[in-house]
């Protein structure tokens, strides 16, 4: 059975960092597309970061610079680095899997997400 | 980047039917997929490739996509279709773009 599992989020100071982190089990993370998507309260889904099988990593317009995508294949696991936190940041980050076809991709796979307040 | 419009909410009676529209430049070209979130919930893939449903989807719902319009279309809508959904596309080889979401009220 397939299942991702955040964890990291908490309450950080805004100028602050944190690492999320996405236990995976059931497939192997070196073998997918797999990204985070955050949603901020009450707003939509916004994709933040996607990193591929190869390791090649890509990042949304609106936080280029402040994250690091990264995983450990040992640990079947995906990290976000986030610095810089500001207020705007302040979302549920998800955890998500890729199946691509045909020139395309879509989420098969999701986590339950993890809580990241930036507040003084 | 490529932008997805959606309507931000869309509202019918129990038993009918729900249209909702993702439009986007020549949305036609390129394959879409829809997602249902319902609150305190992770989304949830309801159609893929346009008009794809995922093992565990009723075929209530289907999809369609053509020139600058793709839709989401639930049929017999039951009180339990009301969340949010989103459409999705991947762009430039490695932009995962979602539109803003559609809140889906079953009056």
């Known amino acids: 059975e397939v299942e991702l599992v955040e964890t990291g989020g908490g309450l950080i100071q805004p100028g602050g960092s944190v690492r999320l982190s996405c236990a995976v089990s059931?497939?192997?993370?070196?073998?997918?597309?797999m990204s985070w998507v955050r949603q901020a309260p009450g707003k939509g889904l916004e994709w933040i970061s996607v990193i591929f099988r190869g390791g090649s990593t890509y990042y949304g317009d609106s936080v280029k610079g402040r994250l690091t995508i990264s995983r450990d294949n040992s640990k079947n696991t995906v990290f976000l680095q986030m610095n810089s936190l500001r207020a705007a940041d302040t979302a549920v980050y998800y955890c998500?899997?890729?199946?691509?076809?045909?020139?395309?991709?879509?989420?098969?796979?999701w986590g339950r997400g993890t809580l990241v307040t930036v507040s003084p | 980047s490529y932008v997805l419009t959606q309507p931000p909410s869309v509202s019918v009676a129990p038993g009918t039917t729900a249209r909702i529209s993702c439009g986007g430049n020549n949305i036609g070209s390129k394959s879409v997929h829809w997602y249902q979130q319902k609150p305190g919930q992770a989304p949830v893939l309801v159609i893929y490739s346009d008009s794809d449903r995922p093992s565990g989807i009723p075929a209530r719902f289907s999809g369609s996509n053509s020139g600058d319009t793709a839709t989401l279309t639930i049929g017999r809508v039951e009180a339990g279709d009301e969340a949010d959904y989103y459409c999705?596309?991947?762009?430039?080889?490695?932009?995962?773009?979602f539109g803003g979401g559609t809140k889906l009220t079953v009056l």
């Open positions: 998500a899997s890729h199946y691509c076809n045909a020139g395309s991709c879509y989420i098969d796979y």
């Open positions: 999705q596309v991947w762009d430039s080889g490695s932009d995962v773009i």
């Open positions: 059931g497939f192997s993370v070196s073998d997918n597309y």
